[in-house]
């Protein structure tokens, strides 16, 4: 299936990402032709088939829910860009 | 000593012949020498490696005798090692030194080997050449214009030229067993499960997992026996009796079903591969095992199923890297989305933010039933063959690649480096073990090697 360049901008923002102008027109065409490769499995009927999510058929295991993990946010706050008093710092989201 | 199996060094530092701080310097030194050229490794340890070697010297003489005791080893960048820089191969974590031990790396420092520093990768594992790294390319070590494969690429070129005893790697969709092929060494991807991915950056969960690239089957089996196991942390970790993979090292041939797969040794093969897979094949029947072909029926799809499933889940798991925690952050944001799409957009590389776009449309409204539903059909039907397959034979052996190492840039259209995988993503889509052994060299380049898959149920690996 092709796609045309404002169904490109519309993943790329549910991803999060930013496609310049001039990237725009080779993305698409990449994203065109991984799809055109994906499509070859259009090819076979499945409509019986059970979808297979996880190649381990086990089920979840369960444990007591109790506490485990010792509170370490001050060496895993060290690693963010910005933080203060304990709190991560993001642009403004609210006037 | 530095190009022996680890094996070989066990031995040597059992009987007192070396100790671990001379033979880790021996390894220094090489990587010092070689390095520059091969650009293996994203970070070396060697302050921390001579101190543990030292340690694993002291223990050695309270009794320790642990078979990996003082053995030089390298990790992937994929897996997080406390204090130092774990990149996964992108400038996303250019900055990021993890505060914790993956349990896999957890588990060797358990077993007493020295760490010799991070391998080069494609970023976060999503490639087959090791191009797509942000640190740069890795050359291969038998022909310094060809690419050593990916994702583990670094990992294979230490390995193969000496730059360690061993390495760990992963593989999604064969990122252990075609860079192993293409640097001429031994690699394997156990079943899925096996070995904790806690502390392993994740690319795709339900196919992503940790093997060892080493010099032999032996040096191999040394590594699962220190990797494989339970691990609570992972909640797809799956509990099996503790084994001695050194234990069938030596069980003969005789009896052995060996399924060929037809698919396999179709057009797009080269014929000195197939040449050398087939010779490969008649010297196992001279040791009494028995070749018969399989019909691999649906196997020209796992391609297909597999940029559905992978970029599917890998659009997710990287989802986390927002600029808030860890890692990237753009410079001077305005408001909060664009230090979302700005950081990310900066922070990951083309064929990163390919496969989360890929994903991201695969898993949207209106579309998830024709893509990730079909292909989890796929999947189903990919793992049947093999179930089919397994009902006749033992083990299923044919080319891991289609040819050796190609050179570096020669594959610039992504759907072209997706087809280099084509022999080996059916067993991650199935989540089967699988190897890469040695088999010949042509043109100066190791033979691509034969790629062996065992059900899990019949013989544990």
């Not at chain 1, 055109?36 to 297979?52: G, R």
């Not at chain 2, 060697?46 to 030089?72: C, K, M, V, Y």
């Amino acid at each position: 299936m092709a796609l045309d360049k404002s169904e490109v901008e519309k993943i790329a923002h549910l991803a999060r990402l930013h496609v310049s102008d001039s990237e725009a027109e080779e993305v698409t065409t990449r994203i065109t032709d991984i799809l055109a490769l994906i499509d070859q499995m259009q090819s076979v009927d499945t409509e019986s088939v059970e979808p297979l999510a996880h190649p381990l058929d086990v089920v979840q295991r369960l444990r007591i829910d109790e506490v485990t993990e010792e509170n370490q946010r001050e060496s895993l706050q060290k690693l963010a860009p910005a933080s203060e008093d304990g709190l991560y710092l993001v642009p403004k989201v609210l006037e | 000593m530095i190009n022996s199996t680890v094996a070989e060094i066990s031995a040597a530092l059992k009987a007192g012949d070396i100790s671990s701080v001379e033979i880790t310097q021996a390894y220094l030194n090489r990587i010092a020498k070689l390095n520059g050229e091969l650009n293996a490794y994203i970070t070396v340890c060697e302050e921390s490696a001579l101190e543990q070697a030292a340690a694993a010297d002291a223990a050695r003489s309270a009794g320790n005798t642990s078979p990996l005791l003082g053995i030089p080893i390298a990790h992937k960048d994929i897996f997080c090692t406390k204090d130092i820089l774990t990149t996964c191969g992108s400038r996303m974590l250019h900055n990021f030194v993890s505060p914790y031990n993956a349990t896999v790396v957890e588990r060797f420092n358990d077993a007493g080997t020295v760490l010799l520093g991070k391998t080069n990768m494609d970023e976060f594992a999503m490639g087959s050449s090791n191009e797509t790294s942000f640190f740069g390319d890795v050359k291969n070590p038998w022909n310094t214009e060809c690419v050593p494969g990916g994702s583990s690429g670094g990992s294979a070129a230490a390995v193969a030229a000496d730059l360690c005893a061993m390495a760990t790697g992963t593989d999604t969709g064969g990122s252990i067993r075609q860079p192993a092929a293409f640097c001429g060494i031994t690699g394997f991807k156990p079943s899925y499960g096996r070995i904790s991915r806690w502390g392993m950056i994740a690319f795709a969960s339900s196919l992503d997992q940790a093997g060892p690239i080493t010099k032999s089957a032996e040096d191999a089996a040394l590594m699962l026996n220190a990797m494989v196991g339970l691990d609570e942390k992972d909640s797809t970790s799956i509990d099996r009796p503790a084994e001695d993979f050194t234990a069938s090292l030596n069980q003969p041939l005789k009896g052995l079903r060996i399924g060929v797969p037809k698919q396999h040794f179709a057009q797009g093969l080269s014929m000195e591969v197939e040449e050398a897979v087939r010779n490969a094949l008649a010297e196992y029947e001279k040791l009494g095992a028995t070749i018969k072909e399989v019909d691999l029926t649906n196997s020209h799809l796992s391609v297909s199923a597999y940029y559905v499933v992978a970029p599917a889940e890998a659009s997710a798991n990287l989802s986390r890297f927002d600029g808030v925690r860890y890692g990237y952050r753009c410079e001077d944001p305005v408001d909060l989305e664009d230090m979302y799409k700005r950081t990310r957009s900066e922070g990951f590389g083309e064929e990163v933010k390919r496969r989360i776009m890929i994903g991201t449309y695969a898993l949207s409204a209106g579309y998830y039933d024709a893509y990730y539903r079909k292909a989890q059909k796929i999947r189903r039907l990919i793992k049947d063959d093999f179930d089919r397959a397994f009902e006749e034979v033992d083990v299923i052996i044919g080319p891991t690649s289609p040819h050796t190492a190609f050179k570096l840039g020669s594959k610039s259209d992504p759907v072209s480096m997706y087809l280099e995988d084509i022999y080996t993503i059916a067993v991650n889509l199935a989540g089967l073990p699988a190897a890469s052994i040695p088999v010949g060299v042509a043109n100066g380049l190791p033979m691509v090697c034969k790629l062996s898959a065992l059900t899990s149920t019949k013989r544990r690996f």
